[in-house]
């Protein structure tokens, strides 16, 4: 605890809401209360999802209550859970940085606990494991538990529970990653994209049963994690390299139709008609398929991935951006509770 204490740093926390009008109060009291001792200064950042409900008012009326450590930014529509944690991030000031649901399903209590880790072990990133996660189980443990697996195999970092939003980094490692899609399941592989993974822990932490709104994740997410998890392999194994993974690809395509063309040529030779055969067409198509693999994926993988690593395209636009213009040493709430105005 020494350790820990002695190391100065600022907390940011990054909470995306959606429709979660009944739990901001509350989640904003949980907060003061886990942080209320907390030895360094800290702020909470609310991001509201494009709420159709009073979110955003509940937001406003947290922030009037609490300080100006609390901090709100408003999102133009929904953009969904990645793109509303990124916009978090974006605005995050603090060296050490936290990730958790708005649904009261996190416990900020274990904040403090992961980022004393975090600083004791000189670790980048601490992810929360929900051991006894209170959900339902076809419709979430299952599926998580499959996906959890699915993803140890293919990205290589050893974690139990991918999916808990309960999460600490060093900030300045988290904001070299950029999140789009609905990649804030794989935070801890694009991590490992940016640090070694032996500076990625996981801590149990507890997880609550969900008290008032509803779930915004079903059983259909399962096939848009399988389709982000092919662009996590791809982007883990063949960043450096594209060319190898659409070469591979485009190489069993040209492969396949040139042996098509070879066989009909060899038809032909021998005096038979192949002009009406639909083989000369599979050839042909597989051929002119390589081809495109091998040059117009690539090239549209690449400039998709430069856009978003650019850092001049975002997966989303803030309403209230001047609100965001803040001070660098306003709006933080101070060991003993004094709140900076």
């Known amino acids: 605890m020494s350790d820990y204490a002695e190391q100065p740093h600022r907390l940011s926390l ?23 001792d907390y030895p360094h ?29 609390v901090r709100v930014i408003e999102l133009a529509r929904n953009f969904g859970q990645t793109a509303a944690m990124q916009a978090g991030i974006d605005a995050a000031r603090g060296d050490v940085l936290a990730t958790l649901d708005g649904d009261l399903q996190n416990d900020p209590a274990d904040i403090p606990r992961l980022a004393r880790r975090l600083l004791a072990e000189d670790l980048d990133m ?23 697996r699915l993803i140890r195999k293919i990205t290589g970092v050893q974690l139990h529970d991918y999916g808990c939003s ?67 392999f791809f982007f883990m194994r063949y960043n450096a390299r594209p060319g190898h993974f659409f070469g591979m690809l485009g190489l069993g395509f040209g492969l396949l139709g040139g042996l098509i063309l070879a066989y009909l040529l060899g038809v032909k030779i021998a005096g038979h008609d192949i002009g009406g055969r639909p083989l000369l067409l599979v050839g042909v198509l597989f051929v002119m ?26 997966s989303y636009r803030v309403r209230n951006a001047s609100e965001l213009e803040v001070e660098d040493e306003q709006g933080w709430s101070r060991p003993g509770g004094a709140d900076d105005g």
């Open 41 to 69: 200064p800290w702020e909470a950042i609310l991001v509201n999802d494009g709420s159709r409900d009073g979110t955003q008012r509940a937001m406003r009326e947290g922030r009037e209550r609490f300080g100006e450590h």
């Open 289 to 314: 398929l390589a081809v495109q693999i091998a040059t117009t994926g690539v090239l549209s993988e690449m400039l998709s991935r430069t856009y978003f690593e650019s850092g001049n395209g975002r």
């Open 166 to 232: 309960l999460k600490v980094f060093r900030t300045e490692v988290i904001k070299g990653v950029r999140l789009y899609g609905e990649m804030h399941r794989f935070i801890p592989a694009w991590m490992a994209t940016h640090t070694s993974p032996d500076r990625i822990a996981e801590e149990v932490v507890t997880h609550h049963p969900r008290q008032f709104g509803e779930s915004k994740y079903g059983i259909s997410r399962t096939f848009r994690v399988i389709i982000d998890l092919i662009i996590v």
């Open 126 to 148: 601490v992810a929360g494991w929900r051991k006894d996660r209170k959900d339902r189980l076809i419709m979430r443990k299952i599926p998580s538990r499959i996906a959890n």
């Open 14 to 36: 990054v909470i995306p809401m959606f429709n979660e009008q009944d739990n901001v109060l509350p989640m904003l009291e949980r907060i003061q209360e886990a942080l209320a």
